[in-house]
């Protein structure tokens, strides 16, 4: 997701109860997959943690990708978060902090305009940025092991998690470009597909105005 410089939805557990529910909800879905795999084993039910951790590495990939833009047409980032809950590491890229916390789930990019050349467009392509990188990622898997292939039951883990891999990519998309607002602790702010609609419909005239040359 790519936001202004407010993170406050992207708060930690506020205590021990939606600790609590988090793992057991966690805990509930791992007991009933290993449950089936007992009952029924097939390397086709792998396709669920495989699906499972698709997802965590393309928010990371997802995330990058808005930075990636902003750096492409010449914009900064403050930081690069993916993830929720507490830090676990960080580290930079072309000096710009970037920190993993701990349930990586979702995640969110800091922009900031450096210049106000065509600016409605540049932060459009950053906000598509995100769902397009996964789109592209999906095409690149499906050239790889073939359309059809792609589309065909399998027993063949390689191939398996190359599904997965693309489902979640695709639906990772598709949700990102849904246009709606997300609730906050500050107030709603924008998806990705909103942000797209809202940065088209702006003047240049809204980006003069909140724009700062120091970033």
Not at 52 to 64: C, G, N, P
Not at 67 to 85: D, E, N, T
């Amino acid at each position: 997701m790519r936001v202004p410089s407010d993170d406050s939805f992207q708060r930690d557990p506020e205590g021990r109860s939606e600790r609590l529910i988090y793992w057991v909800f966690m805990l509930l879905v791992l007991g009933l997959f290993v449950a089936a795999f007992v009952e029924n084993p097939s390397s086709r039910k792998l396709s669920v943690p495989f699906l499972l951790i698709s997802w965590m590495v393309l928010v990371a990939i997802h995330e990058f990708g808005h930075a990636l833009m902003a750096w492409i047409v010449g914009w900064g980032v403050h930081r690069i978060v993916v993830g929720f809950g507490k830090p676990v590491f960080q580290f930079q890229v072309r000096g710009t902090p970037v920190e993993f916390r701990a349930f990586p789930i979702s995640g969110f990019v800091e922009p900031y305009k450096k210049d106000l050349v065509a600016p409605r467009f540049k932060d459009a392509l950053i906000y598509a940025a995100g769902p397009g990188i996964e789109i592209v990622l999906a095409f690149v898997m499906a050239s790889i092991v073939g359309f059809t292939t792609m589309f065909t039951r399998t027993n063949d883990l390689g191939i398996l998690f190359m599904q997965s891999f693309s489902v979640a990519a695709v639906a990772g998309a598709i949700l990102n470009l849904i246009p709606m607002p997300i609730q906050t602790e500050n107030g709603w702010s924008a998806n990705d597909g909103l942000g797209i609609i809202q940065s088209l419909s702006r003047s240049d005239a809204d980006y003069r105005i909140s724009f700062d040359p120091r970033g």
